[in-house]
């Protein structure tokens, strides 16, 4: 019987177009007990592979074929490639290493396959479809019985007679229907046009039925026979790896799990002596902690966490935990997160269990600028053959496909950039579609439209995980392949979840841009900071939502959470992160919270076994641990069980039969403790409801902590605060929204200066004086010779002896950075620098000095015109605008318009208003109808106010808010007093305002 040894998957960038799962379904459909999956240089769709087999009851074999001169744009020559396939695990071993040396190395273009036998690999089958390559097989010793010959139909060269020969159909497609998706692969991932990719096959290379590949290789039943001789051989099974855990040195005669023992109970009496972690409760939950750990055999990987935790700590860096850890004990007594779980009722089993065959994820949280040189260390601590870091798959998107597919089919750039201009935006991707600007194609382009969309979904490049990082014994090349990213570093070619599924074990160090702007602000405040819980000023803060700059409750609908949830400290600010997540904000449940919260509704729980259960949430289920306590006192379950009931729900998504089963299971449970069962089937069609959004309790409450921290800072020490901020912010807004807010907050801005300035922001004389960094366009060579060059006489000796590029000078004169350097008067901005950029374009730096003439200016509207063009310049140069707010130079013209500033629209509730503002966000979604609406902050000089055009008004107006503005604004506020918004109906552009009267003429 047949079996395809010989078959390319999507992973093979450029070449195939199937996904491996379509093709262990379409196996099954012709009857193949086999399959193997031979992608050209890569192993990156094995693991997948292995599973999705399984779950459909094909055999998976994992192989890789390999070329001379492949590369990331080069799809290889397929004269003199080499298959090869995994017999066990050794064989997978030498892949693994084989496609590490190819990849791996400084060099992205592969070189001669043969070279792989240098590595001596072990448990290979070897096969060509070039008689030269066999024979050169042969002749370096690999024996007869390990080499085949790929008799490839069509188009193959007749077999040489002195080795057995496999029947090969060459796959690259699963049908032939493809073969127009498989080129324009080709063109894009060579970037030609459309037809002039190399290596593009013929519809026959398709997955062919058994009836098909019979006919094929009528006359050769011996070529067909010999396939499922070599697959029954092949026996590696990727679905049974056993956990990898990295080994760590500890002390003779002690085994790592007495090692993290010692430690524990070490650091625990170390919290004892501090007032902290007291009473029987810590010592019975670390037993029974370290009693699991030990049972999953998983001290190995807590003790290289903690290492590198000591050595962040040692650094100076701040770490803060993630996810579902925060919920360890160990992990807190470790020192990577500050979150005592004990005292915040914080479930170990929903982090690791004995009944969870999965293992856990330590992500951690460190200062993003120094994020990098931990990561570094660790490479040198475990040593770089135990280390890499992790890959993402990045997919093909809607905008990416068609700009890419309409590329390689010939539309040029002016006709692609109009046509990617009319595609809704990223945010809507993955909702109904909209339709696409038809009238902008021609007829053959609008006939591809089909294929392009297939595009959408598959893989297009590798990339490298913010901070995933793996470590393997003895090496981790023997586990994973790797390959050299674009950016330098070598990576796993498996990404996430086909590590996890391997055993690997995975650790996520992950740059926080609020640890660095924390770890800034510190610096510049002379004494210890002790950030109090429950402190009046700062709770003052959150209740009034000055929020903007602030981690995680910056957003808008955090922001009106917090205004109508009473705040008392930073357990309430927890419970605002969680009613914010889109399941609980989508319904009834975040309104419900409040008003339970405000004591407006009575607290009850879905059932009255589970009102202990959700005593501190108001008796709802907010946190995924609500769902498992929830489980646990209707069942009787162990909190481990409930946990693995949770897991299942979440997991059996919309199957219907695994959701039968499982609401069964709790029906039964609960009417054996005496529950009614209708009782008990509406309470499980509750947690059913709730299960698949819910958010967990230890990641909010380590996020709720960091928050609160922010929040205090900003409310005691704006300065030192902002410095962090504005130098590190990766948040909602635009660095324009959040810098006018810390101005707002009583912050004085001042621009950049080549006298004044330092590398990055710093106080000055009460306000904050903005960093060389902040100029975009400014390398980190240049500013460090702009400061350590100075002083400067004038703008002559700056060019002389910081030598800017021409777009480096550009930007400190247009900016300000250089004003009252001669002849750079401050009081001729910006006529003397736009006179002296335009000499720098046409004669250069050096004359640019020479025979230049400041004009002089006169008119009436003059000053708004200079204040207004340096706020331009600012925007586009610093992104923010520190010498003015736009909408404050423009104020005076806004009032003549009839625009009323945002800080007057709360008490113009129900009454129609005219306002003027730049845009702070927007978010466009769709209504169940399909429909599209906008949500906008907009914001002026004064502050924040939102805004919502709901569908007729954004159908009329053709999606009005496309740029930051300033736009001219018509609606009617809407909302109460902590929600004052407006409802749009009208949405003009600032420079086409007209006066109310003069409109209505």
């Known amino acids: 019987m047949f079996v395809p040894l010989h078959v390319k998957s999507e992973h093979s960038l450029g070449l195939g177009t199937a996904p491996v799962e379509d093709l262990a379904r379409r196996a099954v459909e012709h009857g193949f007990p086999a399959l193997a999956v031979t992608d050209v240089e890569t192993l990156s769709g094995q693991v997948r592979l292995h599973h999705a087999a399984r779950h459909v009851g094909v055999r998976a074999i994992t192989g890789v074929e390999l070329r001379r001169d492949f590369g990331p744009r080069a799809p290889g020559r397929k004269e003199g490639r080499l298959v090869l396939l995994a017999r066990d695990r050794s064989g997978y071993?030498?892949?693994?290493?084989?496609?590490?040396?190819?990849?791996?190395?400084?060099?992205?273009?592969?070189?001669?396959?043969?070279?792989?036998?240098?590595?001596?690999?072990?448990?290979?089958?070897?096969?060509?479809?070039?008689?030269?390559?066999?024979?050169?097989?042969?002749?370096?010793?690999?024996?007869?019985?390990?080499?085949?010959?790929?008799?490839?139909?069509?188009?193959?060269?007749?077999?040489?007679?002195?080795?057995?020969?496999?029947?090969?159909?060459?796959?690259?497609?699963?049908?032939?229907?493809?073969?127009?998706?498989?080129?324009?692969?080709?063109?894009?991932?060579?970037?030609?046009?459309?037809?002039?990719?190399?290596?593009?096959?013929?519809?026959?290379?398709?997955?062919?039925?058994?009836?098909?590949?019979?006919?094929?290789?009528?006359?050769?039943?011996?070529?067909?026979?010999?396939c499922r001789v070599v697959a029954e051989a092949c026996r590696l099974d990727l679905c049974a790896a056993p956990p990898i855990i990295p080994s760590v040195a500890v002390t003779a005669g002690e085994t790592p799990d007495d090692a993290l023992e010692s430690r524990c109970r070490r650091r625990l009496m170390d919290a004892r002596s501090q007032g902290r972690c007291g009473g029987e409760l810590y010592d019975l939950r670390l037993a029974r902690e370290l009693d699991v750990v030990r049972a999953r055999g998983l001290a190995g990987m807590f003790l290289v966490v903690g290492e590198i935790g000591a050595h962040a700590r040692a650094e100076g860096l701040e770490i803060v935990g993630r996810g579902s850890a925060v919920g360890s004990l160990v992990v807190h007594l470790l020192g990577l997160s500050s979150v005592d779980?004990?005292?915040?009722?914080?479930?170990?089993?929903?982090?690791?269990?004995?009944?969870?065959?999965?293992?856990?994820?330590?992500?951690?949280?460190?200062?993003?600028?120094?994020?990098?040189?931990?990561?570094?260390?660790?490479?040198?601590?475990?040593?770089?053959e135990r280390v890499a870091m992790v890959a993402a798959h990045q997919t093909f998107r809607r905008r990416a496909a068609f700009r890419e597919g309409l590329h390689a089919l010939g539309m040029g750039g002016p006709d692609l950039a109009r046509f990617a201009a009319r595609l809704p935006s990223e945010e809507l991707e993955g909702e109904v579609d909209e339709p696409l600007p038809l009238e902008l194609l021609t007829a053959k382009q609008r006939a591809w439209i089909p294929t392009i969309e297939r595009l959408i979904g598959r893989p297009r490049h590798l990339s490298v995980h913010p901070g995933g990082v793996v470590i393997a014994d003895p090496r981790i090349d023997l586990h994973a392949p790797l390959e050299r990213a674009p950016k330098g570093v070598r990576v796993t070619q498996y990404d996430l979840q086909s590590l996890a599924r391997l055993g690997l074990v995975k650790i996520d160090l992950l740059g926080n841009r609020a640890l660095t702007a924390i770890e800034i602000a510190l610096r510049w405040i002379p004494q210890p900071v002790t950030f109090t819980d429950g402190d009046p000023e700062t709770l003052a803060t959150l209740r009034e939502a000055r929020t903007v700059g602030c981690f995680q409750i910056e957003t808008p609908a955090v922001r009106l959470t917090l205004k109508r949830l009473p705040i008392h400290g930073v357990k309430d600010l927890v419970d605002a992160l969680a009613i914010v997540r889109p399941g609980p904000a989508a319904g009834e449940a975040k309104d419900a919270f409040l008003r339970r919260a405000r004591g407006e509704q009575p607290a009850l729980a879905p059932h009255p076994l589970l009102h202990d259960a959700l005593r501190a949430t108001h008796a709802m289920l907010v946190y995924e641990e609500d769902v498992i306590a929830a489980i646990a006192a209707m069942t009787g379950a162990s909190i481990?069980?409930?946990?693995?009931?949770?897991?299942?729900?979440?997991?059996?998504?919309?199957?219907?039969?695994?959701?039968?089963?499982?609401?069964?299971?709790?029906?039964?449970?609960?009417?054996?403790?005496?529950?009614?069962?209708?009782?008990?089937?509406?309470?499980?069609?509750?947690?059913?409801?709730?299960?698949?959004?819910?958010?967990?309790?230890?990641?909010?409450?380590?996020?709720?902590?960091?928050?609160?921290?922010?929040?205090?800072?900003?409310?005691?020490?704006?300065?030192?605060?902002?410095?962090?901020?504005?130098?590190?912010?990766?948040?909602?807004?635009?660095?324009?929204?959040?810098?006018?807010?810390?101005?707002?907050?009583?912050?004085?801005?001042?621009?950049?200066?080549?006298?004044?300035?330092?590398?990055?922001?710093?106080?000055?004389?009460?306000?904050?004086?903005?960093g060389l960094s902040s100029i975009q366009r400014l390398t980190a060579a240049s500013r460090a010779r702009v400061l350590g060059e100075r002083p400067y006489r004038d703008l002559a000796d700056l060019i002389a002896r910081a030598a800017p590029t021409r777009p480096e000078l550009e930007a400190l004169v247009l900016c300000g950075a250089c004003d009252d350097l001669e002849p750079l008067a401050r009081r001729d901005y910006p006529f003397a620098h736009d006179?002296?950029?335009?000499?720098?374009?046409?004669?250069?730096?050096?004359?640019?000095?020479?025979?230049?003439?400041?004009?002089?200016?006169?008119?009436?509207?003059?000053?708004?015109?200079?204040?207004?063009?340096?706020?331009?310049?600012?925007?586009?140069?610093?992104?923010?605008?520190?010498?003015?707010?736009?909408?404050?130079?423009?104020?005076?013209?806004?009032?003549?318009?009839?625009?009323?500033?945002?800080?007057?629209?709360?008490?113009?509730?129900?009454?129609?208003?005219?306002?003027?503002?730049?845009?702070?966000?927007?978010?466009?979604?769709?209504?169940?109808?399909?429909?599209?609406?906008?949500?906008?902050?907009?914001?002026?000089?004064?502050?924040?106010?939102?805004?919502?055009?709901?569908?007729?008004?954004?159908?009329?107006?053709?999606?009005?808010?496309?740029?930051?503005?300033?736009?001219?604004?018509?609606?009617?506020?809407?909302?109460?007093?902590?929600?004052?918004?407006?409802?749009?109906?009208?949405?003009?552009?600032?420079?086409?305002?007209?006066?109310?009267e003069a409109r209505a003429r």
Not at 369 to 380: I, P, T, Y
Not at 709 to 738: E, I, N
Not at 841 to 862: D, K
């Open 93 to 226: 071993e030498s892949l693994c290493r084989i496609v590490t040396v190819r990849r791996g190395g400084r060099t992205r273009v592969t070189g001669d396959p043969l070279e792989c036998l240098a590595l001596a690999p072990r448990g290979l089958f070897y096969l060509s479809d070039d008689a030269r390559i066999v024979d050169a097989l042969l002749r370096a010793g690999v024996p007869s019985a390990d080499v085949r010959f790929l008799w490839v139909r069509p188009g193959g060269e007749l077999p040489p007679a002195h080795v057995r020969v496999v029947a090969d159909p060459d796959v690259v497609m699963l049908d032939r229907a493809d073969v127009e998706l498989h080129a324009l692969l080709a063109a894009i991932r060579q970037r030609v046009p459309y037809g002039r990719a190399t290596g593009v096959e013929d519809p026959e290379r398709h997955l062919p039925a058994r009836r098909e590949i019979e006919e094929r290789f009528a006359g050769a039943p011996d070529a067909l026979a010999e």
């Open 341 to 384: 779980p004990v005292a915040h009722g914080l479930l170990f089993e929903r982090f690791l269990s004995r009944a969870r065959a999965d293992l856990p994820d330590v992500d951690l949280d460190v200062p993003s600028h120094r994020r990098d040189a931990l990561l570094a260390w660790v490479f040198e601590r475990f040593g770089a």
């Open 640 to 770: 481990e069980a409930a946990d693995a009931t949770r897991a299942a729900l979440v997991d059996a998504g919309d199957d219907a039969d695994r959701l039968r089963s499982l609401e069964r299971a709790f029906v039964d449970a609960g009417v054996a403790r005496g529950v009614p069962p209708d009782e008990a089937r509406a309470t499980w069609r509750a947690l059913a409801r709730f299960a698949s959004y819910a958010f967990n309790r230890a990641h909010a409450t380590s996020y709720g902590q960091l928050a609160w921290r922010c929040a205090f800072l900003k409310t005691h020490h704006a300065l030192a605060y902002a410095c962090g901020v504005l130098d590190s912010y990766g948040g909602q807004y635009p660095l324009r929204t959040v810098a006018a807010e810390f101005a707002r907050a009583g912050v004085p801005l001042l621009a950049p200066h080549v006298r004044a300035s330092e590398e990055r922001s710093v106080p000055e004389a009460g306000a904050l004086r903005l």
């Open 835 to 996: 006179a002296f950029v335009r000499r720098l374009r046409s004669v250069g730096a050096a004359r640019a000095l020479e025979e230049l003439v400041v004009p002089t200016a006169r008119g009436r509207e003059l000053e708004r015109y200079r204040r207004l063009v340096r706020v331009y310049h600012e925007i586009r140069i610093l992104h923010m605008h520190p010498s003015d707010h736009p909408m404050h130079v423009l104020r005076d013209e806004a009032t003549r318009v009839g625009c009323l500033p945002s800080d007057a629209l709360a008490q113009r509730r129900g009454e129609r208003v005219r306002f003027a503002g730049v845009v702070a966000a927007g978010r466009r979604l769709r209504t169940r109808g399909g429909a599209v609406m906008q949500f906008v902050t907009f914001e002026d000089e004064r502050g924040l106010i939102e805004a919502v055009v709901f569908p007729g008004v954004y159908a009329a107006l053709r999606d009005p808010i496309r740029n930051p503005g300033p736009f001219l604004v018509r609606g009617e506020v809407a909302g109460d007093a902590s929600d004052p918004h407006l409802v749009v109906s009208d949405v003009l552009p600032f420079y086409l305002r007209r006066a109310p």
